[in-house]
């Protein structure tokens, strides 16, 4: 038979198992088939095909037609700029982890060596991808899934990483191998009783997706333990669920993170959160500040974020230091510095930035108890 009468059969079967991706798939198991690309299929319609081939092809068409993802009868999917081996023991790297992958690479320069952390590791997409692309930089890569550490050793070799990067079965909670520069992290993220009806994902490990009865378990524990295992300024860049900005926004600054940026996807969905890891003795938890950023007056300015914003946010612990010792000279520059933190707060926020307006307005709250403790120690 040839292969366009394969191929047609193929849409059908998959056709009245309500696989709407039938064409395609079938092309792409076609292809798989025979070891060609899809447009060669797509040239070769009148050739043979042999009767081992045909076998094989329709093997995988029985697969799929009970909704087993392609990446799992392929064996394989590309993610960001390179082509990965996949299978059952790990999560399906998504196109959506790449926005993680970019803000990576925004923050690491080509010819700096950065230590990273990749928790829950996977299939090695993540990790990978960086190290590809910044030479110099190391990674340790810690997951729970003994099967999922394989497959991304497997991968690490694929791409001539293996001296690079560094595989540890462990839970986050119980690791510790030093300071790292860049934590990056895809936990699961699903609530628990909403896994059953999510069908498309029903072959992936649940372990992957499993984020406890809030969905929130494992990216708290990530966030806390991030805490310790980041250098101070260090970055944590967390891939999140839609609906858990707020909450996970909130949970880091209870812990004393900066929040530079919120990604969305392309489907304007909140993806990921980029974070700095602030020394948490010159910062105080988050809540008391979300009241009282209800009560300030917008001001009518625009704000831009421009060399300002960078100064202020990279060298905040910096700043602090010398701060710290300022002020026992002199309180004029308390004051400024706290007036300079609430326009630029007020600022951010008739801009529409609430997140950076909020960050501004807990430094200056910040810098203002520091310097109600000084006047306190200077009457004493
Ligand atoms: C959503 S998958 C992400 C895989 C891969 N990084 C990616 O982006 O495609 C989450 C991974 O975290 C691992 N994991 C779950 N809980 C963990 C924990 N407490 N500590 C370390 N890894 C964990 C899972 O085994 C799974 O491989």
Redesign the pocket.
């Known amino acids: 038979m040839k292969i366009i009468d394969n191929l047609e059969d193929g849409y059908e079967i998959l056709k009245e198992n309500n696989i709407s991706s039938y064409k395609i798939d079938c092309e792409i198991l076609m292809s798989q088939t025979l070891n060609i690309s899809r447009e060669e299929v797509l040239l070769n319609l009148e050739k043979e095909m042999k009767e081992e081939e045909k076998e094989k092809y329709f093997n995988y068409i029985n697969r799929r037609k009970k909704d087993v993802p392609i990446a799992y009868i392929t064996k394989n999917r590309n993610f960001w700029r390179e082509k990965f081996i996949i299978n059952e023991n790990?999560?399906i790297?998504?196109p959506d982890?790449e926005h993680l992958v970019e803000q990576a690479l925004k923050l690491i320069k080509k010819d700096k060596s950065k230590r990273i952390l990749?928790?829950?590791?996977?299939?090695g997409?993540?990790s990978i991808s960086i190290l590809k692309e910044r030479p110099y930089c190391e990674c340790d890569a810690?997951?729970?899934?003994k099967n999922?550490l394989k497959l991304a050793k497997i991968n690490a070799n694929l791409h001539q990483l293996s001296d690079r990067i560094k595989f540890y079965k462990?839970?986050?909670?119980n690791f510790y191998n030093g300071k790292y520069d860049l934590i990056i992290s895809?936990?699961?993220y699903i609530k628990k009783h909403k896994i059953k009806y999510l069908g498309t994902i029903k072959y992936e490990?649940k372990?992957?997706?499993d984020g406890g009865l809030d969905g929130l378990e494992?990216i708290r524990?990530v966030i806390s333990k991030s805490k310790y295992l980041l250098k101070i300024n260090g970055k944590l860049i967390l891939e999140i669920g839609y609906d858990q900005k707020y909450k996970v926004m909130n949970f880091l600054r209870e812990k004393s993170f900066f929040i530079n940026r919120i990604i969305k996807d392309y489907g304007n969905n909140t993806r990921c959160i980029v974070s700095t890891n602030k020394d948490w003795k010159f910062m105080r938890p988050f809540k008391s500040n979300l009241k009282r950023n209800r009560s300030r007056h917008h001001s009518d300015r625009p704000f831009k974020r421009g060399p300002d914003f960078d100064r202020l946010n990279g060298n905040f612990a910096n700043n602090d230091n010398s701060f710290r010792r300022k002020i026992n000279r002199s309180n004029g520059n308390v004051q400024k510095l706290i007036s300079k933190y609430n326009d630029l707060a007020r600022e951010a926020l008739s801009n529409g930035d609430k997140i950076l307006s909020e960050n501004y307005f807990q430094y200056a709250d910040h810098f203002l108890r520091v310097s109600l403790e000084q006047k306190e120690k200077d009457a004493s």
């Open positions: 790990a999560l790297p998504r982890s990749d928790v829950g590791v996977g299939s997409c993540l810690i997951d729970l899934s999922a462990r839970d986050v909670d895809n936990p699961p490990p372990i992957a997706l494992v524990k």
